[in-house]
């Protein structure tokens, strides 16, 4: 069964914060799982991702240490969302992912959620 699920990180955030005191940063990427990969669909305008030169179609192999698994289900898009709200804005992480045949690591500013 294939999934196909659009989330904005900005948005999944806000609905995983155990509570109000628990960081807020946004890389402003919008995902989709689909055939067990995650899928950067688009940036969210001119936001942390876009501007570090993450791109539409780049699949995520790995946020930092968290690694992504090599069947990607809603639960694995999930978790690559909570990696990210683990860390505030102005910290530094490190996105893996595969463009085309190649495989590249990026580093993104988290940003700050309005």
Same mark, same amino acid.
């Given at each position: 069964?294939? =999934? /196909? /699920?659009?989330? &904005?990180?900005?948005?999944?955030l806000?609905? !995983?914060? &155990?509570?109000?005191d628990?960081? +807020?940063g =946004?890389i402003?990427?919008? #995902?989709k799982?689909? %055939?067990? *990969?995650?899928?950067?669909i688009?940036?969210?305008? %001119?936001g942390?991702a876009?501007?570090?030169?993450? +791109?539409? @179609?780049d699949?995520? #192999? *790995?946020?930092? @240490?968290?690694? /992504? !698994? $090599?069947?990607?289900?809603? %639960? %694995? #898009?999930?978790?690559?969302v +909570?990696e990210v709200? +683990?860390?505030?804005?102005?910290?530094? =992480?490190?996105l893996t992912?595969k463009?085309?045949d190649k $495989?590249?690591? =990026?580093? /993104?500013?988290?940003? *700050?959620? $309005?």
């Amino acid at each position: 069964m294939r =999934i /196909v /699920v659009a989330v &904005a990180l900005a948005l999944a955030l806000s609905t !995983s914060a &155990a509570n109000a005191d628990e960081p +807020k940063g =946004i890389i402003g990427v919008q #995902l989709k799982v689909a %055939d067990g *990969k995650i899928t950067i669909i688009g940036t969210v305008g %001119d936001g942390p991702a876009e501007k570090a030169g993450v +791109k539409a @179609d780049d699949v995520l #192999l *790995k946020v930092n @240490d968290y690694k /992504v !698994s $090599e069947k990607a289900e809603q %639960d %694995d #898009l999930t978790a690559a969302v +909570k990696e990210v709200g +683990k860390y505030e804005p102005g910290a530094k =992480i490190k996105l893996t992912v595969k463009r085309g045949d190649k $495989e590249m690591v =990026i580093e /993104v500013t988290v940003g *700050k959620r $309005e």
